[in-house]
C-alpha cells in the first residue's frame, strides 16, 4: 500500500509539547509581586514571550521588518522599464530593416521613427497604426500591448500576468467574456437580485480565474476588493509623470479599448460594495528592484496586510485579545513558526484560565486564583529550598513531631529514622514475602525491605507572626519583590508541611494590617513615609495571644529605622530622625511580645549605621537576634530562621 507524507494541516500540532505553564505562572508572578495586575502581566507574558517561545513584541517587529523591505528593495517602475526596453528594441529591429530598403516609404518610415515622442506611452500610441516591415519589430510591439493587457488583468487577478503569457485570442475572448458576467453578477448583487445560484453558475463558467475558491458572492467581493484597492493605492502611489504614462499605456491594452471599460466598471462596483477598504492611501517605494503593474499591487496588499498584522499582535487597542490575529494572513507573511508561535501563545492564555490559575473577583478583576497562589509559593520555596540546599546538608524527615508520640500508623523504615521499629508489622512483612516464594521457614529471616517504624505525631505547634516592611524605601532600592517572594515560600512551607502552625502575614509601612497571602502579592507600591513597626508589633501581640498554647515566634523584615506609632486615636504620628516616643512606644511593644515568650529575629536590608545601631539594641534588650541577609539570600535566612526556632 501507498503511503504519502507531507505536512499537517489538521489544526494544533497533537505531537507538539504541551505549553509550560509553571515557567509562565513565573514569569506572571513575579509582575504580580512588582505591582501589575494579574490581567496585565499576562498580557506582558504574550508580549515578551519565553526562551522557548517568541512573543507578540518579536512577531510585530517581524511584521514591521518585512514591510520595511518591501519599501526598501522594489520600486513601482518595472512595467514602464519593461515596455521601455521592448519599444527599444521594436525600433532598433525596424531600423535595422527599413536601413537595408532603398525605397521612398523606407524613408518616410524613418522619418517616423525619427519623430517618435520622447514619452513611452505616447510612442507606443503613435505606433499604433505604423506598418511595420520587421516581423521580429512587430513581434515585439504587440508584446507591448500584451503585457499592459496582463498586468492590468494581474492588478485585479493574482496570478493572471503569468496564466495569459502568450495568450491566444480565444484566451482573450474568455477574459472578456468573464469580465462581462462579473460584472453583470456584481450589478445584480448591488440591487439585491442575486441568488447562490447565479453565483454557482458563474464559478462553473469561471471559476479558474479564481484560485481563491470563493463560497458566494459576498467571499468573492471581500478578495476582488482587497486587491482592487491595493491596485488603487499602487495608482496613487505613482508619480504624476508615471500615473500618466499609464493611463495612455492602458488604452492599448492587448489592442482592446474595451478592456479598461470593463475594468472601470468592475472598479466602480468594488467601491460601492466595499467602501470601507483603503482607497486613498499610498506608499513611497525607495529600491531598485523595479515592479510591474500585477507585482507591484501584491506587494501593496502585502503591506496592508502586514500593518494590519502588526496591529493585531500589538494588542494596544481597546478590546484586544488573542483571537483577533488572522492566522491565515500570519501563516503568509510570517511564516509557519509565527503562526505555531502564535497558536501556542494563544494555547497558554487558554490553559491559564481553564485550569484554574486566573479567576474573576466579586469586582469583576482579574486575580489570581488560590490554585496559582499556590504555584507561586512552591516555586519562591523551591528557590528558597536550593539556597539551604547550599549552604549545609540537611535532609528532609519524615518524622512529624518533637515529641515522638506514637499515632498507631507506621511505615517503611529509610535511612536515617530514629522511630521505634513496629515489630509486628516488620515481622508480618518477612512472613508474608517468605510465603509468596513458596519457601516458608522458621526462624523468620528479616530483610531491610520488611521493617516498618512507628509513626509519631508533633503535639507542639507555633503561632508564627511575619512582619515586612511596606514602605516606600523597599520599593526604590528593589526589595519589595524579594520581601514578597519570602513572605509567599514561608506561607507555603507552613500551609503544606507545618499545618498545625498558625502563620499572620503583617505589613507595615505608615500604618501596619494584617494581609492574606494574595493581598500582599497584589500589594502596590505606594508612597507612604513611615516605618510604623510599633503598630505591626500590636497586631503580632494580639496574634500570639489568640495560640497561647503554641510557641511564638516573631520575624521582622525592614530596611528602616521606626519613623511612625499609632497615637490613641488611630491615627499614625510621623517623624524624621525617629521621635523619642516613637522609639520608646516600639520597645515597649516588644518587651509585650517578649514576655509573651516569643523569639525575635530582625533581618535587616542595606547598610544604614542608624537602622543598625537601633536593631541591633532592640534585638539585645529582648534576647532575640539579627540577621543581615543579601537580597538573593532573604527568603533562605527567613525559612531557616523559622525551622531553627521551630526547632527551639
Avoid: C
Avoid at 105 to 124: C, H, N, T
Avoid at 357 to 382: T, V
Amino acid at each position: 500500500m501507498n503511503q504519502r507524507y507531507g505536512p499537517y494541516h489538521g489544526g494544533p500540532d497533537p505531537l507538539a509539547p504541551p505549553v509550560d505553564l509553571r515557567e509562565a505562572l513565573d514569569a506572571i508572578g513575579n509582575d504580580v509581586l512588582e505591582g501589575s495586575s494579574p490581567r496585565r502581566a499576562l498580557r506582558e507574558l504574550l508580549r515578551r514571550g519565553s526562551k522557548n517561545m517568541r512573543g507578540l513584541d518579536e512577531l510585530a517587529a517581524q511584521a514591521h521588518r518585512r514591510r520595511r523591505e518591501l519599501l526598501e528593495r522594489n520600486n513601482l517602475g518595472g512595467t514602464l522599464a519593461e515596455v521601455r526596453e521592448l519599444l527599444d528594441r521594436a525600433v532598433l529591429a525596424e531600423r535595422k530593416e527599413l536601413a537595408r530598403a532603398l525605397d521612398d516609404d523606407a524613408r518616410f518610415s524613418e522619418l517616423q521613427l525619427d519623430e517618435l515622442s520622447p514619452s513611452i506611452a505616447q510612442a507606443v500610441r503613435e505606433l499604433s497604426e505604423y506598418t511595420w516591415r520587421s516581423p521580429e519589430a512587430e513581434a515585439d510591439y504587440e508584446k507591448i500591448r500584451d503585457l499592459l493587457g496582463r498586468e492590468l488583468l494581474d492588478q485585479r487577478f493574482a496570478g493572471m500576468k503569468e496564466a495569459l503569457e502568450n495568450a491566444t485570442d480565444e484566451d482573450r475572448r474568455r477574459v472578456d467574456e468573464m469580465l462581462s458576467d462579473l460584472n453583470d453578477l456584481l450589478d445584480k448583487h448591488s440591487r439585491g437580485e442575486d441568488s447562490q445560484q447565479d453565483f454557482d453558475e458563474f464559478m462553473k463558467r469561471h471559476g479558474d480565474f479564481f484560485p481563491e475558491n470563493p463560497r458566494n458572492t459576498e467571499e468573492l467581493l471581500d478578495s476582488l476588493a482587497r486587491r482592487a484597492a491595493a491596485a488603487q493605492r499602487l495608482r496613487n502611489s505613482l508619480t504624476d509623470e508615471q500615473r500618466a504614462e499609464l493611463d495612455v499605456l492602458a488604452q492599448q491594452a492587448f489592442g482592446s479599448p474595451s478592456l479598461i471599460g470593463q475594468l472601470d466598471r468592475l472598479d466602480a462596483n468594488l467601491r460601492a460594495a466595499r467602501p470601507g477598504e483603503d482607497w486613498g492611501g499610498g506608499q513611497r517605494f525607495r529600491g531598485d528592484d523595479g515592479m510591474g503593474l500585477g507585482e507591484g499591487t501584491g506587494a501593496l496588499a502585502d503591506i496592508a496586510e502586514l500593518e494590519q498584522l502588526a496591529q493585531q499582535l500589538s494588542q494596544e487597542y481597546a478590546g484586544a485579545q488573542l483571537d483577533d490575529i488572522d492566522p491565515e494572513a500570519l501563516l503568509r507573511q510570517l511564516g509557519e513558526e509565527a503562526a505555531a508561535d502564535t497558536r501556542t501563545l494563544a494555547d497558554l492564555e487558554r490553559a491559564l484560565q481553564q485550569q484554574g490559575f486566573l479567576d474573576r473577583g466579586a469586582d469583576g478583576q482579574w486575580r489570581l486564583s488560590p490554585k496559582a497562589m499556590r504555584q507561586l509559593g512552591q516555586s519562591a520555596l523551591r528557590d528558597v529550598a536550593g539556597r539551604l540546599s547550599g549552604r549545609r546538608g540537611e535532609r528532609d524527615t519524615q518524622r512529624a513531631g518533637a515529641t515522638g508520640e506514637p499515632t498507631g500508623a507506621s511505615r517503611e523504615w529509610e535511612f536515617g529514622d530514629t522511630e521505634p521499629w513496629d515489630v509486628t508489622r516488620t515481622v508480618t512483612n518477612a512472613v508474608l514475602r517468605e510465603s509468596a516464594s513458596g519457601r516458608p521457614r522458621l526462624p523468620v529471616r528479616l530483610q531491610v525491605s520488611d521493617v516498618e517504624v512507628a509513626e509519631t505525631e508533633q503535639r507542639v505547634h507555633a503561632a508564627v507572626a511575619l512582619l515586612v516592611d511596606t514602605s516606600f524605601s523597599m520599593v526604590m532600592d528593589g526589595r519589595w519583590v524579594p520581601m514578597k517572594r519570602t513572605a509567599l515560600a514561608l506561607n507555603h512551607l507552613i500551609t503544606t508541611r507545618f499545618r498545625g502552625d498558625d502563620l499572620q502575614l503583617i505589613g507595615f509601612g505608615r500604618l501596619a494590617r494584617q494581609l492574606t497571602p494574595s493581598e500582599l502579592a497584589g500589594l502596590d507600591g505606594a508612597w507612604d513615609q513611615g516605618t510604623n513597626l510599633h503598630h505591626a508589633l500590636l497586631l503580632a501581640g494580639r496574634h500570639l495571644r489568640r495560640n497561647p498554647n503554641a510557641q511564638p515566634v516573631v520575624l521582622i523584615v525592614t530596611d528602616g529605622e521606626p519613623t511612625a506609632h499609632l497615637e490613641p486615636d488611630g491615627h499614625a504620628f510621623f517623624d524624621y530622625p525617629p521621635h523619642p516616643k516613637t522609639l520608646g512606644l516600639t520597645v515597649r511593644e516588644l518587651d509585650n511580645v517578649a514576655r509573651l515568650g516569643a523569639q525575635v529575629t530582625i533581618f535587616r536590608l542595606g547598610d544604614d549605621p542608624g537602622l543598625a545601631r537601633v536593631v541591633d539594641r532592640m534585638a539585645h534588650r529582648v534576647g532575640g537576634r539579627v540577621v543581615a541577609p543579601d537580597l538573593d539570600g532573604l527568603g533562605a535566612a527567613v525559612v531557616s530562621d523559622y525551622m531553627r526556632l521551630r526547632r527551639r
